[in-house]
């Protein structure tokens, strides 16, 4: 067997074995860190196919569950939305999903546009050189999914420090239980506190709703707080070392709100950060190409392979930002278990990048941010740090 994940030789490209796994092998047997076997899927179509097939499971408490560390294994976030099926996933999206969707995410963009004039000011004001993840994409990210929850931002260092150790494929059970316990505990009293004094923000309604016990609000809120952040100050730390380590690729981006909306969608899918896959469990016997996967067995579903399947892509490896199919990518997964907040992660990439840049022109890598600081051992790609200079 294979063993997985295997390690990137280029750090902002898929590991290689992918592509010769997609080839010759597209639904390969792999072993993961903890010895348990497992499907790897790599090509597009049946990764797209098998995100909306009934038959796999996103319960990671059902035997043959492919689990490897990862975060969303960790309760309270096992039993929020993204591992539950059928029925009661569609009970919770349906509640959760108007909060994401087109027309709230357009209402927000003032407050977005806010809190991204308000970073590049905090970090115009601090010396240079500096670390770009702590002093803008972090910022960025956390203060718009507590502006979205209701968490004040002075909590910003206790999720992002805990979300780090549940995402943080180097630590013990025991390490990643306590940060999702402290996790849980903070956005424990903002739901009691919402019980008792209601505002605008979603954890108010979500109790106001009267649809959840509180154990599933905060369950529910768990896994955006820490979700949330995260995966958008990856991608943009990602994006923007990207754009700045290729001039041509950056004045494109500042050419128009139009190319910019189409450069998210390529950058998105060139980044796929979700580097370990999705998980899921077979419940039902079915065939992906040409191999038969038993009732039982773990499938781990690579958005990375297929988002760089050159059958779907042309020229996948190479950042195209007018690509025209490119928000055809899987980088949000697809289907019912599709990410809730993808509309939201694709209006704050696209603002703060268009903030950044058009306010600080001069804006350039540091000469230790020319090999980026890759997140090797995290359930995300991202960089650990970006040092630029103005």
Not at 6 to 19: F, K, N, Q, S, V
């Amino acid at each position: 067997m294979n063993g997985y994940p295997a390690p990137r030789t280029c750090p902002l490209r898929p590991p290689e074995p992918y592509a010769r796994w997609r080839e010759e092998a597209p639904v390969t047997p792999i072993v993961l860190p903890g010895g348990r076997p497992a499907w790897l899927v790599t090509r597009y179509d049946d990764v797209r196919r098998l995100l909306r097939d009934p038959t796999l499971s996103s319960d990671s408490t059902r035997p043959g569950y492919p689990g490897f560390g990862s975060a969303v294994e960790v309760p309270p976030m096992s039993r929020s939305l993204i591992g539950l099926d059928g029925p009661e996933h569609e009970r919770l999206r349906r509640l959760l999903g108007v909060e994401f969707a087109v027309p709230a995410v357009a209402r927000m963009q003032p407050e977005l546009e806010r809190i991204v004039e308000r970073a590049v000011d905090n970090l115009l004001a601090g010396p240079a050189p500096a670390d770009l993840v702590e002093r803008f994409a972090l910022p960025v990210a956390s203060r718009t999914i507590c502006h979205v929850i209701g968490l004040g931002y002075e909590s910003h260092e206790v999720f992002e420090h805990n979300t780090h150790v549940l995402t943080d494929g180097t630590r013990s059970a025991a390490q990643k239980a306590a940060a999702g316990a402290a996790i849980t505990g903070l956005v424990a009293d903002l739901v009691r506190d919402r019980r008792r004094r209601a505002r605008d923000d979603l954890a108010s309604r979500l109790v106001a709703s009267g649809e959840l016990t509180e154990e599933e609000v905060v369950d529910n809120l768990v896994l955006l707080v820490g979700a949330g952040h995260d995966t958008s100050a990856n991608m943009l730390a990602l994006s923007t070392w990207t754009l700045l380590h290729d001039p041509v690729a950056r004045d494109g981006f500042l050419a128009g709100p139009d190319l910019q909306r189409n450069a998210v969608e390529e950058l998105l899918r060139f980044h796929s950060i979700i580097q370990l896959g999705l998980a899921r469990v077979a419940t039902a016997d079915l065939e992906v190409g040409g191999q038969l996967i038993r009732a039982g067995e773990g499938v781990v579903l690579s958005l990375q392979a297929a988002n760089a399947d050159p059958r779907r892509f042309t020229a996948p490896d190479t950042l195209v930002l007018t690509r025209a199919d490119a928000r055809r990518h899987l980088a949000f997964g697809f289907g019912p278990h599709q990410c809730l907040g993808h509309y939201l992660a694709r209006s704050t990439l696209r603002t703060a990048l268009a903030g950044l840049l058009r306010r600080i022109p001069g804006l350039r890598l540091a000469d230790d941010a020319q090999a980026p600081h890759i997140k090797d051992s995290m359930d995300f790609h991202g960089l650990h740090r970006l040092p630029v200079h103005w």
